[in-house]
């Protein structure tokens, strides 16, 4: 029975080591993402029944497909394969640790006689001697070795690259650093937007999905917001709005945001992205009565009723700032005491008389006009999570590099009698690019004999 | 001399280059693969020289608002040519395979080709989103490690074609004709893998930094758009015929297989995703 226990707590321990369920959750993952690249993520149900029906749309839900990365499945597909990467680490780690802790100094004859790489070289040459010379060589062509005397013999041990051997490790621990990023980022950050018009602040934002604003904690104010476009066209070049940050009354910080340059506030970022109008644009109107010839100097607001004499009124119901190249323009239109609305026409700043032609109770110049107030929309993030990211991303590329590009390179000699003679064996292996590495060795092998041949 | 006329060139130098690596397949000769060579490394520097000038050429169009040209469907796919020229060179400088350039060349001549051909290389100002160093840094790696997934897919095509001869003519001793001139099943593999052993870290610095550039701009370095996610699907393609390496039974027809999957995915994801599916990303609807 404990037997049976302990088989089946070996093969679960197995199973989460292994290679082949790295292979199929890699493959798993990739196959089942593509779902949410097909289907829209997160819309409104009534999209989603208008283009799939009600039942599809009930089955989608079932399977949590309409916020597929992160339903359960895919989040148990991740925990999965972290599992696996831990355990496989838990498993080999202590193998390669040892290869710091406790290096091979003396090579065993397998490794002699059945190395790829190898050499047999005999001298006259007295072996203590010869193997000080040998790695003086080793030191010059390779690395400083390390001599150990044992049963007689002499051994040289040189290694380089060691640390290649961590690359899978580092890399398998950046994911799990990566996704720990992500989950602070996801349970101590928000993600939430603000509308901020142009000259007025806030201390408050709206969390993404949500219906009451958070406080910020200090004040965020915009001066002034302003697009660009490239010259002649109607490509936007810029958007940026002028940020102030104001905590405890005073004016902490004062920049220019815009795309691709945000600004930071302990640790709340606000990125420029979009904007709109808010309010209306206001206009100054000079209004003559044709028969007493008074003079009325009024100040409007777009869409809005002004009064006139005589129970008549007037409305701003349009405007442009370059009508049909004869510049700034507004549409007007008079209400009769009886509130009937009268027939729109347009007056122009640049010809004051143009309205005196137009048969009316009334004649309109137009003096000036402000374009209406502007707000910025802002980003807001909060993400304590992110440089963790950038720690793991790092380590992954370094990792995969060291992984990938370096190998872990040995090079044993044994010296010893055979014969009245000093004979020399030599074995090499390198844990990765053998093919590269036996080039080298090659050229090792000559220096080696060299040395050899020098005082024999 | 402008860029587009070292881009004509360029598309020239892969037809000719390709067409002399497939004469080196059918003829074996020497002088033929060196003349191959020869006209592709031509039509690489005359790509090289048309990317230069289209940049010099965005500064004299746009003035102070000049960029890297890397920055439209256009841009990126005759840099995609470029880069799988770059890569094709560095392995065949290693390995000395010419016939592995009979695989290779028409990906890049087909990226120039249908560059030259269909798509529109106005050089337009970039909208605000783009305006970014980081954009530059994305785009070369990310197609950097294209570059060299494309290699592994034209070695992993060469490696089913030989081995399926192979078993089926297990008996008969040297394969001649024109697989005679392929590399050994076992060369083909190995080119494989190196590729994607380049590719892979290329491609993860590419997510990388394109994750850096989204949370400097949005704020959210991951969003799961169908443009992130189909790089990571590549991802972890890529990642799994690397681990398929250490177990038996994965290594050969399915390494190749999975390469050319790989491929398709990347594609997928470059153009894919684009032409097929919407997002945020910007050469959408070209
Ligand atoms: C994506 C999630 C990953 C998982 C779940 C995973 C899992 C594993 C597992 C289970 C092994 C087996 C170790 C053994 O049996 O000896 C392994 C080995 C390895 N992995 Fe990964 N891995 C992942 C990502 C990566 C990445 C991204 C890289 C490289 C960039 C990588 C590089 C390696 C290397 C080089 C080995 C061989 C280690 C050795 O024996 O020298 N892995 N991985």
């Known amino acids: 029975m404990a037997h049976n226990q302990r088989n089946i707590i070996d093969r679960t321990w197995d199973f989460f080591c292994s290679l082949k369920l790295t292979i199929i959750t890699l493959l798993l993952l990739a196959i089942t993402s593509i779902i949410g690249t097909v289907l829209q993520q997160n819309a409104s149900p009534e999209e989603y029944i208008r283009e799939y029906g009600q039942s599809n749309y009930e089955l989608f839900v079932k399977l949590q497909f309409t916020d597929m990365y992160h339903s359960w499945w895919f989040v148990g597909i991740l925990a999965l394969f972290s599992a696996n990467l831990i355990c496989c680490s838990i498993k080999n780690f202590p193998r390669a640790w040892k290869f710091v802790t406790s290096p091979a100094l003396i090579?065993?004859?397998?490794?002699?006689?059945?190395?790829?790489?190898?050499?047999?070289?005999?001298?006259?040459?007295?072996?203590?001697?010869?193997?000080?010379?040998?790695?003086?060589?080793?030191?010059?062509?390779?690395?400083?070795?390390?001599?150990?005397?044992?049963?007689?013999?002499?051994?040289?041990?040189?290694?380089?690259?060691?640390?290649?051997?961590?690359?899978?490790?580092?890399?398998?621990?950046?994911?799990?650093?990566?996704?720990?990023?992500?989950?602070?980022?996801?349970?101590?950050?928000?993600?939430?937007?603000?509308?901020?018009?142009?000259?007025?602040?806030?201390?408050?934002?709206?969390?993404?999905?949500?219906?009451?604003?958070?406080?910020?904690?200090?004040?965020?104010?915009?001066?002034?917001?302003?697009?660009?476009?490239?010259?002649?066209?109607?490509?936007?070049?810029?958007?940026?709005?002028?940020?102030?940050?104001?905590?405890?009354?005073?004016?902490?910080?004062?920049?220019?945001?815009?795309?691709?340059?945000?600004?930071?506030?302990?640790?709340?970022?606000?990125y420029q992205s979009s904007y709109g109008p808010a309010g209306n644009a206001s206009f100054k109107v000079q209004v003559k009565v044709r028969e007493s010839g008074e003079v009325l100097n009024l100040r409007v607001v777009q869409g809005q009723n002004t009064p006139l004499p005589g129970g008549y009124a007037f409305a701003v119901t349009d405007y442009a700032p370059n009508y049909d190249r004869f510049g700034p323009a507004a549409q007007l239109r008079v209400n009769t005491p009886n509130g009937q609305q009268g027939a729109p026409f347009i007056v122009l700043q640049q010809f004051p008389q143009f309205d005196e032609k137009r048969a009316?109770?009334?004649?309109?110049?137009?003096?000036?006009?402000?374009?209406?107030?502007?707000?910025?929309?802002l980003s807001v993030a909060k993400d304590p999570g992110v440089w963790v990211v950038w720690v793991g991303c790092f380590m992954m590329v370094f990792g995969s590099c060291g992984a990938f590009f370096f190998s872990h390179r040995r090079i044993w000699i044994c010296l010893d009698e055979q014969n009245g003679k000093t004979r020399v064996r030599v074995a090499a292996s390198a844990h990765r690019n053998q093919p590269a590495f036996s080039m080298a060795f090659d050229e090792m092998k000559k220096d080696l004999a060299q040395t050899i041949e020098n005082k024999a | 001399m402008t860029s587009s006329l070292f881009f004509n060139i360029t598309t020239f130098g892969y037809f000719a280059s390709m067409v002399m690596f497939i004469a080196y397949v059918a003829t074996?000769?020497?002088?033929?693969?060196?003349?191959?060579?020869?006209?592709?490394?031509?039509?690489?520097?005359?790509?090289?020289?048309?990317?230069?000038?289209?940049?010099?050429?965005?500064?004299?169009?746009?003035?102070?608002?000049?960029?890297?040209?890397?920055t439209n469907l256009y841009e990126s796919v005759v840099f995609f040519a470029?880069?799988?020229?770059?890569?094709?060179?560095?392995?065949?400088?290693?390995?000395?395979?010419?016939?592995?350039?009979?695989?290779?060349?028409?990906?890049?001549?087909?990226?120039?080709?249908?560059?030259?051909?269909?798509?529109?290389?106005?050089?337009?100002?970039?909208?605000p989103a783009l305006q970014s160093n980081w954009l530059t840094y994305h785009v070369i790696t990310c197609f950097l490690g294209y570059a060299a997934f494309a290699v592994a897919c034209g070695v992993s095509i060469m490696y089913l074609i030989k081995i399926g001869k192979e078993e089926k003519h297990a008996d008969e001793s040297p394969i001649g004709g024109i697989l005679g001139v392929f590399p050994s099943t076992k060369v083909l593999d190995d080119i494989n893998y190196k590729a994607i052993m380049i590719g892979f870290p290329l491609l993860t610095l590419g997510i990388v930094t394109g994750a850096a550039w989204a949370n400097y701009a949005w704020g959210t370095y991951w969003s799961w758009d169908p443009k992130e996610t189909w790089s990571l699907i590549v991802w972890f393609v890529y990642a799994a015929f690397l681990h398929a390496r250490f177990t038996r039974g994965w290594v050969g027809r399915r390494a190749a297989w999975l390469s050319i999957i790989g491929f398709a995915a990347t594609i997928f994801c470059y153009l894919g995703v684009n032409l097929v599916l919407s997002g945020l990303h910007s050469y959408g609807g070209a």
């Open chain 1, 107 to 270: 090579a065993g004859e397998g490794t002699l006689k059945n190395s790829v790489n190898r050499a047999e070289f005999s001298s006259k040459e007295e072996p203590q001697q010869l193997a000080q010379r040998l790695a003086g060589t080793l030191e010059k062509a390779f690395t400083k070795p390390t001599l150990t005397e044992d049963d007689g013999k002499l051994h040289l041990f040189a290694q380089k690259g060691i640390y290649s051997r961590f690359g899978a490790y580092i890399t398998h621990l950046s994911i799990l650093v990566i996704m720990l990023g992500a989950i602070m980022g996801t349970v101590w950050g928000y993600k939430a937007y603000v509308n901020i018009a142009e000259g007025t602040s806030t201390a408050q934002v709206w969390p993404r999905g949500s219906q009451t604003p958070m406080d910020l904690g200090f004040e965020v104010r915009c001066d002034d917001f302003t697009v660009t476009y490239y010259d002649g066209t109607q490509r936007p070049k810029d958007y940026t709005s002028d940020l102030v940050v104001i905590d405890n009354g005073q004016e902490v910080i004062k920049k220019t945001i815009e795309v691709n340059d945000p600004l930071t506030y302990k640790g709340i970022t606000f």
């Open chain 1, 360 to 377: 009316g109770i009334f004649s309109f110049t137009l003096a000036g006009y402000d374009e209406p107030p502007m707000y910025t929309g």
């Open chain 2, 28 to 70: 074996r000769s020497n002088a033929v693969a060196m003349i191959a060579r020869v006209t592709g490394g031509a039509g690489f520097v005359a790509n090289t020289i048309a990317i230069g000038l289209r940049w010099y050429e965005s500064y004299q169009l746009l003035g102070v608002d000049g960029r890297a040209p890397l």
């Open chain 2, 82 to 127: 470029w880069s799988i020229l770059l890569v094709y060179m560095l392995i065949d400088f290693k390995y000395k395979q010419p016939s592995v350039g009979a695989f290779v060349l028409p990906f890049a001549f087909i990226s120039m080709i249908w560059a030259q051909l269909s798509l529109s290389n106005a050089i337009d100002p970039l909208v």
